[in-house]
């Protein structure tokens, strides 16, 4: 037989960054999958971020007081409430895969979805009014 | 419905080409026309390089599998004119080398999913109230996966991870766990026990969505956990496997 040599497919392989968040035409399984990497992502960006900031500590009280006026900003604050919804989803997908990979509520992985999105929704609203009036 | 003309925008790839391109081709389509219909007669009529791949023209095969207007789907059974798009994107499926047109290399397929040894028939569990001939057990039937790699192409793990097991092979493996008919649980469990396997998969249930054939991977997959686990606790309290 005469050799052929195969390319992986131009449109989409070998493009793993495509293959996690091209969801055009995709179910609610792969926008929890990429919005799930997405929040990941977030947060280690966030982490990274937090011991930066937290190092400010080190020029001594000047500094950490300086930060906490720009911290205190309403554009700030709104950030919080990003972190905070990356958080709540990525924690609440989190126990639905390992809640069904444990084989608990697989058939029912839709409504485990919405049920969790549901408790995140209310703890988001609760969060930002919080985060706002104190 | 009247006969409409549509046009295919069809993905082009050719031996030796670096990068894929599309030609488009205009097909006069009537109610009854299917994707794969169409394709043929684009090879008929207007281009006979075009390359794909068919057999059966009725869902039972799994060789026809490819992305119509983005979604994985077995073309014989694509009615165009239901599609209702002016345009209909045709490319082939995905995480599988790429041969050419519309024709994907399924060796990475098949040498998976032929690894746990799942017997293709089994005991028909349709009709076990039917009055079964004189000199027949009973009747069976062949598994229900049409090998088609549908659920391979939608699965966003497979696209970043050349090495994972995919869902075909391993709900093929939880075949053979629920139900060994001569093959060997243990080695189908086994095999699918590593980073690249069941604990991979990220429950995207892209694969159960696609699947023509009612296979339902990702619950396989799940399964495939579920024993698993329970197999380590057992060993991790003493309690034999
Ligand atoms: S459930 Fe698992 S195997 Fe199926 S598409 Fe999602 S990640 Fe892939
Ligand atoms: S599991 Fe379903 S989608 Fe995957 S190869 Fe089998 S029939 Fe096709």
Redesign the interface.
């Known amino acids: 037989m005469q050799e052929?040599?195969?390319?992986?497919?131009?449109?989409?392989?070998e493009?793993?960054l495509?293959?996690?968040f091209d969801v055009?035409?995709?179910?609610?399984?792969?926008w929890?999958?990429?919005i799930?990497r997405l929040t990941g992502m977030g947060l280690i960006v966030y982490l990274v971020l937090h011991l930066i900031v937290l190092s400010t500590l080190l020029q001594g009280e000047q500094g950490w007081d300086k930060f906490l006026e720009i911290a205190r900003s309403p554009f700030f604050l709104a950030f919080d409430i990003v972190l905070i919804f990356g958080i709540l989803f990525h924690g609440l997908n989190g126990i639905?895969?390992a809640l069904?990979?444990?084989?608990i509520g697989?058939?029912n992985?839709r409504s485990l979805f919405w049920v969790l999105m549901f408790i995140g929704a209310v703890l988001l609203v609760v969060s930002a009014w919080k985060v706002f009036t104190i | 419905m009247a006969e409409r003309d549509v046009v295919f925008k069809v993905?082009r790839?050719k031996?030796?080409e670096t990068?894929?391109h599309y030609d488009t081709f205009t097909v006069k389509t009537d109610e009854n026309t299917t994707a794969l219909v169409a394709l043929q007669a684009i090879r008929r009529d207007d281009d006979p390089s075009l390359t794909l791949r068919h057999s059966c023209h009725h869902g039972s095969c799994g060789t026809c599998g490819m992305r119509i207007?983005?979604?994985e789907q077995l073309s014989c059974v694509v009615n165009v004119q239901e599609l209702g798009t002016p345009t209909v994107v045709v490319?082939?499926?995905?995480?599988?080398?790429?041969?050419?047109d519309l024709v994907?290399?399924m060796a990475p397929f098949f040498d998976r999913y032929t690894q746990p040894e799942m017997p293709y028939v089994r005991q028909s569990e349709f009709m076990p109230e039917a009055d079964v001939p004189d000199g027949i057990g009973h009747y069976t039937r062949y598994e229900n996966c049409l090998e088609c790699g549908l659920c391979v192409s939608?699965c966003?793990v497979?696209?970043?991870d050349a090495s994972y097991l995919g869902p075909a092979a391993m709900a093929a493996a939880w075949r053979v766990v629920a139900e060994p008919r001569g093959s060997d649980p243990e080695f189908a469990l086994n095999w699918a026990d590593n980073e690249h396997g069941c604990w991979r998969c990220?429950?995207?249930?892209?694969c159960t969505?696609v699947c023509p054939s009612d296979v339902n991977p990702?619950?396989a997959i799940?399964?495939l956990?579920?024993e698993l686990?329970k197999r380590k606790f057992r060993r991790v309290f003493g309690l034999g496997k």
Not at chain 1, 4 to 13: E, F, L, M, N, P
Not at chain 2, 91 to 100: F, G, K, R, Y
Not at chain 2, 202 to 206: D, I, L, M
């Open positions: 052929y040599r195969t390319t992986r497919d131009g449109v989409r392989g493009r793993p495509q293959a996690w055009r035409k995709r179910n609610l399984g792969s929890a999958f990429a799930n639905r895969v069904i990979g444990m084989g697989a058939k992985h | 993905l790839y031996q030796g990068v894929p207007n983005g979604e490319e082939p499926l995905q995480n599988a080398p790429l041969v050419s994907v290399d939608a966003p497979m696209g970043s990220h429950v995207a249930y892209e969505e990702a619950e799940m399964s956990r579920g686990t």
